[in-house]
Structures are given as structure tokens and as C-alpha cells.
């Protein structure tokens, strides 16, 4: 369903710098994929979801938590790149259909960016990064 998108990311020489580094491999694992997406949730709302926003462009930091290197990853970062790479209209709060769309985008790239490293961990915290969008 999204390999298209997916497709035009791994194509921007922007969006396909971005990766979690180990340290922020080890953090999904030690919170696990459920957390991790509560996690998304929540910065969603809190950072692109209403319909106007003060800072739009340069509301999500760069480093710091997966989600937010996801973010920039997937162009959710903001509501100029939503509008650019995923057609979500600005200036209208995001619905929650739309909302769900954009943890689903993040979530599912952090499941790639995590292919093979879980393998070097535990057989069960490897079994938390497995899920299908």
C-alpha cells in the first residue's frame, strides 16, 4: 500500500539520510513497538495535527526520539510537507483518519529501518518489532 511513497522517499536525497542510529534502535526495543507508537500518537498531536501552527517547518527537532528522525524520514515533520508528499490539505486540523495515516507511515519505517538489528537481540523483542500496516 505504500510502496509508492516509500519509493519516491528513498529517491529524495533529504528524506533518505535519515536513520535511527543504534542508540535509537536500542530505545525501540527497550520500549517496545506498542510504546513506540503511543509515542507517535502523541507527538503527532501535539505537533501537527491543528490546523494552524506557529512554527510549521521547524517544529521537529532532528534527533532526539525515532519518531522525530521519522518524521523526517516520511516528510510528516510538518504541514508544508504533508501537503508536499502525502496531499493532506493545511489549514484544517488533521482528521483522525489522517492522523492514523501518519503513525502508520512512521511506524512502518521504523519496522524497516529495524529489520536485521532486532536479529542481533533476543528472539522475543524481535517478535515486538513485527507488525502489518
Not at 510502496?3 to 542508540?23: I, V
Not at 529501518?113 to 542481533?120: D, F, H, V
Amino acid at each position: 500500500m505504500y510502496e509508492d511513497l516509500f519509493d519516491r522517499l528513498s529517491k529524495s536525497k533529504f528524506r533518505s539520510r535519515f536513520h535511527l542510529k543504534d542508540r535509537d534502535k536500542q530505545y525501540v526495543l527497550e520500549k517496545g513497538i506498542e510504546t513506540i507508537r503511543e509515542h507517535a500518537e502523541d507527538l503527532i498531536n501535539k505537533k501537527i495535527a491543528a490546523a494552524f501552527i506557529e512554527n510549521d517547518g521547524k517544529q521537529t527537532p532532528m534527533k532526539g526520539h525515532p519518531v522525530f528522525i521519522a518524521q523526517h524520514a516520511t516528510a510528516c515533520c510538518c504541514r508544508g510537507c504533508l501537503e508536499k508528499w502525502h496531499h493532506i490539505k493545511p489549514a484544517k486540523e488533521l482528521s483522525e483518519q489522517e492522523k492514523t495515516y501518519v503513525v502508520d507511515i512512521i511506524m512502518k519505517w521504523i519496522g524497516k529501518e529495524m529489520e536485521g538489528y532486532a536479529g542481533q537481540t533476543k528472539k522475543e523483542e524481535y517478535e515486538q518489532l513485527k507488525f502489518d500496516l
